[in-house]
């Protein structure tokens, strides 16, 4: 079955940068976009970003756009999440999430969800 | 940005009871709406994909409905283990929003 293990999630301190890692297992990973979804604690679930299937096209939402970059080994079946410049509101769980479709874009949606690392950002 | 708004925010039902929670979006979004159901403690899971579509291993007891702007989610008779907080998503269009969540709660 579908297996998605995210990993590197800590306490950093506002201006730093850290790098979550997804492990991905149980089916084709390069057959499919993965997607990057947060939640802020005891709040809702918040779209990140997502790459396609080949890493050719990426996108983000506004609130990490210029700050996080979405990437993807297909040979290691790993998908990353660089994050710079954190801010205090960038403090949630991180949810690596396999896309229904091999496209990024439209009409898709999150057929399987990793248990979550948790990023604090705090002085 | 399409605005997904859920209703109620919570609710308290009884087990065997029928359950609604509505979805609306600030515009048509066609059929492009899923459902997903987070448990306390856990991550969320693909309940309903394409507003009517039951995902693979998912309760019968569930079902979804809908198109356009409006969009409703039942559980057709509560059960204790339907104890979570219940999300829409819209992917008719970038960014994937989801609503604010409807928690339900076991009477």
């Known amino acids: 079955q579908v297996q998605l293990a995210e990993s590197g999630g800590g306490v950093v301190q506002p201006g730093r940068s850290l790098t979550l890692s997804c492990a991905a297992s149980g089916f084709t990973f390069n057959n499919y976009a993965m997607d990057w979804v947060r939640q802020a604690p005891g709040q809702g679930l918040e779209w990140v970003a997502v790459?396609?299937?080949?890493?050719?096209?990426?996108y983000y939402a506004d609130s990490v756009k210029g700050r996080f970059t979405i990437s993807r080994d297909n040979s290691k079946k790993t998908l990353l999440l660089q994050m710079t410049s954190l801010r205090v509101e960038d403090t949630a769980v991180y949810y690596c999430v396999k896309n229904s479709l091999a496209v990024a874009g439209h009409y898709n949606w999150f057929d399987s969800w990793g248990q979550g690392t948790l990023v604090t950002v705090s002085s | 940005d399409i605005q997904m708004t859920q209703s109620p925010s919570s609710l308290s039902a009884s087990v065997g009871d029928r359950v609604t929670i509505t979805c609306r979006a600030s515009?048509?979004?066609?059929?492009?709406l899923n459902w997903y159901q987070q448990k306390p403690g856990k991550a969320p899971r693909l309940l309903i994909y394409e507003a009517s579509n039951l995902q693979s291993g998912v309760s019968s007891g569930f079902s979804g409905s809908g198109s356009g702007t409006d969009f409703t989610l039942t559980i057709i008779s509560l059960q204790a283990e339907d104890l979570a907080t219940y999300y829409c998503q819209q992917s008719f269009s970038m960014p994937h929003t989801f609503g604010q969540g409807t928690k339900v709660e076991i009477k």
């Open positions: 790459i396609s299937y080949d890493g050719s096209n990426k």
């Open positions: 515009q048509n979004i066609g059929s492009f």
